[in-house]
């Protein structure tokens, strides 16, 4: 009959060992991929890029015009286009710092986000449950940031090469790469460390307008830095922003405002120990949990 139970042989019991054999699981929480998780990585690099991207008029294009606006106010309303500050028009003088200063808000907003807006939404454990280690989330939020970063500074950058009067031509490439890159990177690790800290979008706003915000706008963008009093200028040599704006501005223009000896190296310096600093404390926060594991 086919509903009489089976009888066990020998035979079946092998072969039920052979399977339970064959199929071996891990204790819980013994981590299955133990080098670089690269699928990982990319997978979460590709989704933060298209979280931006899906609404590009207002992540990429809408910064860029913002900040031509400040091109136009201080070349055009003002009637400065005639002025010249170390050895070079006024307007090239600004441009590149613009599009520096652009570039570091925009990788902040966009890593600040991140994990932000996962603790708000409910869906943290998105980031929380996938295969993926700290550092590699890190890696791709921050990569993330600064892709978007360098995307806001070629659409400013192609918008100021087609404005007249402005010359924004590189020339030293690498050093276009090298501050951009370092600059972009930097504002990327802080404004990881202020979604792990945030808890509403408040506390994002208040970094961004009493941090981020002065930070740019106080680093030379618009004015050279030796023109300042004595006592302004250390405080402007404190700033890491000012290191990025003059590396970036140097890649155009060929010269810096400082006195500093060996401008360019020391810029590099600065801007790569602040970024292994802020790399850091965002590893020590994630592997912690603290404000993001319950």
Known sequence: MNNQPKIATSDMHDTDQAQKKSFHFSEPG?????????????????????????????????????????????????????????GVPFADFIAPGLIMMAMLQNSFAN????????????????????????????????AASVTRALLVGCALWLAMLAWPGVHVVPQHLWAVVVFALLGSALFGFLGLITSIWAEKFDHAAAVTNFVVTPLALLSGTFYSIESLAGWFQQVAHANPVYYAIMGFRYAFVGTVDTTIANPIMVAIMMLTAVNLLLAGLSYGLLKSGWKIKA
């Open 30 to 86: 013994v981590p299955q991929i133990r080098s670089l998780n690269l699928s990982g990585l990319r997978a979460l690099y590709v989704k933060e890029v298209k979280r931006f991207f899906k609404v590009h008029m207002q992540t990429i294009w809408a910064p860029a015009i913002t900040t031509l606006l400040f091109l136009v106010i201080f070349t055009v309303a003002l009637g400065r286009g005639d002025r010249q500050v170390i």
């Open 111 to 142: 890593s600040s986000f991140s994990l932000l807006v996962g603790k708000i939404q409910g869906t943290i454990v998105d980031y929380l449950m996938p295969p993926i280690g700290t550092g590699e989330l890190i890696v791709a939020v921050v």
